[in-house]
T-cell receptor, first 115, second 113 residues
Framework: KQEVTQIPAALSVPEGENLVLNCSFTDSAIYNLQWFRQDPGKGLTSLLLIQSSQREQTSGRLNASLDKSSGRSTLYIAASQPGDSATYLCAVRSPRGSTLGRLYFGRGTQLTVWP | NAGVTQTPKFQVLKTGQSMTLQCAQDMNHEYMSWYRQDPGMGLRLIHYSVGAGITDQGEVPNGYNVSRSTTEDFPLRLLSAAPSQTSVYFC????????????FGEGSWLTVV
């Protein structure tokens, strides 16, 4: 069974810092990897989706990389802002069940950016 | 766009009661699913559907039923609520290509006393 681990579990940084969130997975046979943001009391918002054939994806101040062979992904946030405070979840879609596979989630990194 | 809509947002049930969590999407997505999110456990898949009339079990299906009579709706039924089903429930939908982005509803907070 695929297992997804996120380190650190929590992170508190001052505004303006560049930071890296880590995600690792045990089975490299994946369709894709997705990073989500979850605000308190809210659902999940997709930030970046990296297909298994890709190495990285960028959106604004966010950059996500994927090293499938080593089972790792990193989410890089440049010039962090208080508005970035949220829980960041990593999920991999692995072959299981239907042709769509199944999404396996990490437990998240709770990020606090203070002014 | 409404996206994925879940109701109710909050619900308190007594042990043994039954209820239905509603989920509707307006993106014409074939795939819909239900997850539960518990502290320290991450999100776990309960049931999913790849189209009207087709449902299948996820990782933690016991105590829950689903049906998919239309493309838009995917209700989750708790047959006889137990305290262990206290959780936050998320509905999600996506297109059938494995590479498509998945979209989540805002969640339903359920407490079973």
């Amino acid at each position: 069974k695929q297992e997804v681990t996120q380190i650190p579990a929590a992170l508190s940084v001052p505004e303006g810092e560049n930071l890296v969130l880590n995600c690792s997975f045990t089975d490299s046979a994946i369709y894709n990897l997705q990073w989500f943001r979850q605000d308190p009391g809210k659902g999940l918002t997709s930030l970046l989706l990296i297909q298994s054939s890709q190495r990285e994806q960028t959106s604004g101040r966010l950059n996500a990389s994927l090293d499938k062979s080593s089972g790792r992904s990193t989410l890089y946030i440049a010039a962090s802002q208080p508005g970035d405070s949220a829980t960041y979840l990593c999920a991999v879609r692995s072959p299981r069940g239907s042709t769509l596979g199944r999404l396996y989630f990490g437990r998240g990194t709770q990020l606090t950016v203070w002014p | 766009n409404a996206g994925v809509t879940q109701t109710p947002k909050f619900q308190v049930l007594k042990t043994g009661q039954s209820m239905t969590l509603q989920c509707a999407q307006d993106m014409n997505h074939e795939y819909m699913s239900w997850y539960r999110q518990d502290p320290g456990m991450g999100l776990r898949l309960i049931h999913y559907s790849v189209g009207a009339g087709i449902t299948d079990q996820g990782e933690v299906p016991n105590g829950y039923n689903v049906s998919r009579s239309t493309t838009e709706d995917f209700p989750l039924r708790l047959l006889s609520a137990a305290p262990s089903q206290t959780s936050v429930y998320f509905c999600a939908s996506k297109g059938l290509d494995a590479g498509n982005t998945i979209y989540f509803g805002e969640g339903s907070w359920l407490t079973v006393v």
